[in-house]
């Protein structure tokens, strides 16, 4: 091997080795970027974990890790994003509007829309990113007023000039008369144009301080806390109780009027037959309630499914009134009009789910679901009014009767419900008008078809 060769695999040995020397850190810097961002990733899951479950606090402390660990521009997004939103819903105007600003910084082009978000923070984050881009044309403008410098040091070589010609040529003088407006008046006028371009900023600046104020007035106008009480009175027709029951009672009623027709005429002829019996008897139902709910809504001000317990005093009546007749085998006839009523007024419990749509805050549409139970227990009356006949002989009938629900039970053999079951779907609308006070009102399904008028508070 010559010496030449020597030193060529001398020189590859010492290059590999500094490739290797050098290349290793890099990967291995590569690698830990790589691992740092996966971990931020992780960091930014929990976080809106916790900001789900409306836990803002816990939500801010993994954000902030986010943000300081992570040199990725996207994750930073989402990561200040993440804190000014948690900061909105902490009523902490300030620290949203701070890290809106970092938001911005990193992600110019980011953009938000009230259908995902409160109208008051898209209006909070418009508003700083307006005050961003206003701030940066001031400091474009700025930069630019020093411009005009150059023209100024460009002026100078013709004065020059011009005492080289002095020197040359003394007896000219119209030439000196010419000279100070080009080299005086104009560089004046530049002057006199530049000191509105720097009081700009200073018309400018005092706006920032009022947004502020009128962003945390709309805070205060959102909804208010985990709470809400509310009042309600209602007016319906019970339909479902009407499909069950009336099948039923109208027979069962029926032959209960039946009997009383028949015991009232052999008051009057001894040794009747009954013959036939027919009646015209027309159910009806309807009611009205009042009462007090409880909502809790779980996510806070910023929530819009809530829980509600409902506590309601319950007045229904159910109606049966038509005509009634019996017919006897030696042609007697005993027809009356008959008016008989069941009224029971229970209290009732049953727990709801409420889901509000938007995040508007004065006009608000919602619906609920919910379910209940009542004891059912009450009276029923019945009167009725008639002639009994039979040729040319004619006498007047009539009675009225009061049982209550479990003596009626035993007397037309049907079992009447001790419980009521409350079924609810409805449709409502949320009107605030005060901070925290709302008109609601609302129609849909209460065991029947409902119209419902309330006040609500919510803290």
């Given at each position: 091997?010559?010496?030449?060769?020597?030193?060529?695999?001398?020189?590859?040995?010492?290059?590999?080795?500094?490739?290797?020397?050098?290349?290793?850190?890099?990967?291995?810097?590569?690698?830990?970027?790589?691992?740092?961002?996966?971990?931020?990733?992780?960091?930014?899951?929990?976080?809106?974990?916790?900001?789900?479950?409306?836990?803002?606090?816990?939500?801010?402390?993994?954000?902030?890790?986010?943000?300081?660990?992570?040199?990725?521009?996207?994750?930073?997004?989402?990561?200040?994003?993440?804190?000014?939103?948690?900061?909105?819903?902490?009523?902490?105007?300030?620290?949203?509007?701070?890290?809106?600003?970092?938001?911005?910084?990193?992600?110019?082009?980011?953009?938000?829309?009230?259908?995902?978000?409160?109208?008051?923070?898209?209006?909070?984050?418009?508003?700083?990113?307006?005050?961003?881009?206003?701030?940066?044309?001031?400091?474009?403008?700025?930069?630019?007023?020093?411009?005009?410098?150059?023209?100024?040091?460009?002026?100078?070589?013709?004065?020059?000039?011009?005492?080289?010609?002095?020197?040359?040529?003394?007896?000219?003088?119209?030439?000196?008369?010419?000279?100070?407006?080009?080299?005086?008046?104009?560089?004046?006028?530049?002057?006199?144009?530049?000191?509105?371009?720097t009081e700009k900023p200073a018309a400018r600046q005092p706006q920032e301080t009022p947004v502020l104020t009128e962003e945390f007035e709309v805070l205060d106008e959102e909804r208010g806390g985990h709470?809400?009480?509310?009042?309600?009175?209602?007016?319906?027709?019970?339909?479902?109780?009407?499909?069950?029951?009336?099948?039923?009672?109208?027979?069962?009623?029926?032959?209960?009027?039946?009997?009383?027709?028949?015991?009232?005429?052999?008051?009057?002829?001894?040794?009747?037959?009954?013959?036939?019996?027919?009646?015209?008897?027309?159910?009806?139902?309807?009611?009205?309630?009042?009462?007090?709910?409880?909502?809790?809504?779980?996510?806070?001000?910023?929530?819009?499914?809530?829980?509600?317990?409902?506590?309601?005093?319950?007045?229904?009546?159910?109606?049966?009134?038509?005509?009634?007749?019996?017919?006897?085998?030696?042609?007697?006839?005993?027809?009356?009009?008959?008016?008989?009523?069941?009224?029971?007024?229970?209290?009732?419990?049953?727990?709801?789910?409420?889901?509000?749509?938007?995040?508007?805050?004065?006009?608000?549409?919602?619906?609920?679901?919910?379910?209940?139970?009542?004891?059912?227990?009450?009276?029923?009356?019945?009167?009725?009014?008639?002639?009994?006949?039979?040729?040319?002989?004619?006498?007047?009938?009539?009675?009225?009767?009061?049982?209550?629900?479990?003596t009626l039970s035993k007397d037309i053999d049907f079992k009447i419900p001790d419980i009521l079951v409350i079924l609810q779907f409805h449709f409502g609308i949320k009107a605030q008008i005060y901070q925290?006070?709302?008109?609601?009102?609302?129609?849909?399904?209460?065991?029947?078809?409902?119209?419902?008028?309330?006040?609500?508070?919510?803290?």
């Open positions: 091997m010559t010496e030449k060769e020597k030193r060529a695999i001398a020189f590859l040995a010492v290059l590999m080795t500094g490739v290797l020397v050098l290349g290793v850190p890099l990967l291995s810097a590569d690698q830990a970027a790589s691992q740092r961002e996966t971990d931020v990733e992780k960091l930014l899951v929990q976080a809106n974990s916790y900001f789900q479950k409306a836990d803002y606090k816990l939500a801010v402390g993994c954000y902030l890790e986010a943000s300081a660990l992570s040199k990725s521009r996207m994750n930073l997004s989402q990561a200040y994003f993440g804190l000014s939103l948690s900061y909105y819903h902490l009523r902490d105007t300030a620290g949203a509007t701070r890290y809106i600003r970092k938001v911005v910084e990193v992600d110019p082009n980011k953009e938000i829309s009230e259908l995902f978000y409160p109208k008051a923070f898209v209006q909070q984050f418009n508003q700083v990113r307006k005050d961003v881009a206003d701030k940066r044309e001031l400091a474009t403008e700025k930069v630019g007023i020093p411009k005009p410098v150059p023209a100024k040091a460009e002026e100078p070589p013709p004065a020059r000039d011009e005492k080289k010609e002095e020197a040359a040529k003394k007896e000219e003088p119209p030439k000196k008369e010419a000279e100070p407006p080009m080299t005086v008046e104009k560089p004046k006028v530049q002057q006199a144009k530049e000191p509105p371009a709470w809400e009480i509310s009042v309600h009175y209602s007016t319906w027709s019970i339909n479902l109780i009407k499909t069950l029951l009336e099948d039923a009672l109208t027979d069962k009623l029926g032959k209960e009027i039946q009997k009383e027709l028949i015991k009232k005429s052999g008051t009057i002829q001894a040794g009747l037959v009954p013959y036939e019996f027919s009646q015209g008897l027309a159910f009806d139902s309807g009611g009205s309630n009042y009462g007090l709910e409880l909502r809790y809504f779980s996510a806070g001000r910023a929530g819009t499914f809530s829980l509600g317990l409902a506590f309601e005093k319950t007045d229904l009546k159910l109606t049966l009134n038509g005509t009634s007749r019996q017919t006897y085998t030696n042609g007697a006839i005993a027809s009356t009009d008959v008016q008989s009523t069941l009224v029971s007024s229970p209290f009732s419990t049953h727990i709801n789910f409420r889901w509000e749509v938007g995040q508007s805050v004065r006009l608000t549409p919602y619906f609920v679901l919910g379910f209940g139970f009542a004891p059912l227990k009450g009276t029923f009356s019945y009167t009725y009014t008639g002639t009994f006949q039979k040729d040319d002989f004619s006498q007047t009938i009539g009675d009225s009767q009061k049982k209550d629900f479990a925290g006070l709302s008109l609601l009102g609302e129609a849909g399904i209460w065991d029947g078809f409902v119209l419902r008028g309330g006040l609500a508070y919510r803290f």
